[in-house]
């Protein structure tokens, strides 16, 4: 099957070093996504991101069910680039994608998201009908704290 994807970006009025020290923390993930979710950072605390990091939280992605999830950082390319991986969690597979470019007015803060489920059945139903539109209410309300934080 060919995974589904999500994209998105939003310019900040920021440095790249800025949209760097923010994104790669993984701490700040927490400040970024709905409190519904109750994102939670279980492993120790390193406010820096570098490839073969493990990092896992606790989090209600759908209908208020906790999950365990477990990433790992695969990819880094500071301040431009990093990949988070799940490892084991809620998706089959998980490939985020985050890059920074300077543009006009800032950093380019751009998003990209390749997943699929446990189950093949019914997968493109369950996408339409649950992942993607949780998805982008996900960063929808990332794009709103962002926004708040960073455009004052």
Same mark, same amino acid.
């Given at each position: 099957?060919?995974?589904f994807s999500f994209?998105? @970006? !939003?310019?900040?009025?920021?440095?790249?070093?800025?949209?760097?020290?923010?994104? @790669?923390?993984?701490?700040?993930?927490?400040? =970024?996504? #709905? #409190?519904?979710?109750?994102?939670?950072?279980t492993s120790l #605390?390193?406010?820096?991101?570098?490839?073969? !990091?493990? =990092?896992?939280?606790?989090?209600?992605?759908?209908?208020?069910?906790?999950?365990?999830?477990?990433? /790992? =950082?695969? +990819?880094?390319?500071?301040?431009?680039?990093?990949?988070?991986?799940?490892?084991?969690?809620?998706?089959?597979?998980?490939? +985020? !994608?985050?890059?920074?470019? /300077?543009?006009?007015?800032?950093?380019?803060?751009?998003?990209?998201?390749?997943?699929?489920? +446990?189950?093949?059945?019914?997968?493109?139903? =369950?996408?339409?009908?649950?992942?993607? #539109?949780?998805? %982008? %209410?996900?960063?929808?309300?990332? @794009?709103?704290?962002? %926004? /708040?934080?960073?455009?004052?």
């Amino acid at each position: 099957m060919i995974p589904f994807s999500f994209e998105r @970006s !939003q310019v900040l009025p920021i440095t790249l070093e800025q949209a760097w020290d923010f994104f @790669s923390n993984p701490l700040n993930l927490a400040k =970024i996504t #709905p #409190p519904e979710m109750k994102f939670r950072v279980t492993s120790l #605390p390193v406010e820096t991101t570098y490839a073969g !990091q493990i =990092i896992t939280y606790t989090v209600r992605p759908l209908m208020g069910v906790t999950v365990n999830w477990t990433t /790992e =950082i695969t +990819h880094v390319d500071a301040p431009r680039f990093f990949v988070d991986e799940q490892r084991f969690g809620p998706y089959r597979f998980w490939h +985020h !994608q985050h890059r920074f470019r /300077e543009v006009a007015g800032g950093v380019e803060v751009g998003d990209q998201v390749h997943y699929l489920f +446990h189950q093949d059945y019914f997968a493109r139903l =369950i996408n339409r009908v649950l992942v993607a #539109p949780r998805l %982008k %209410k996900i960063f929808d309300y990332r @794009s709103n704290v962002l %926004k /708040e934080l960073f455009e004052k």
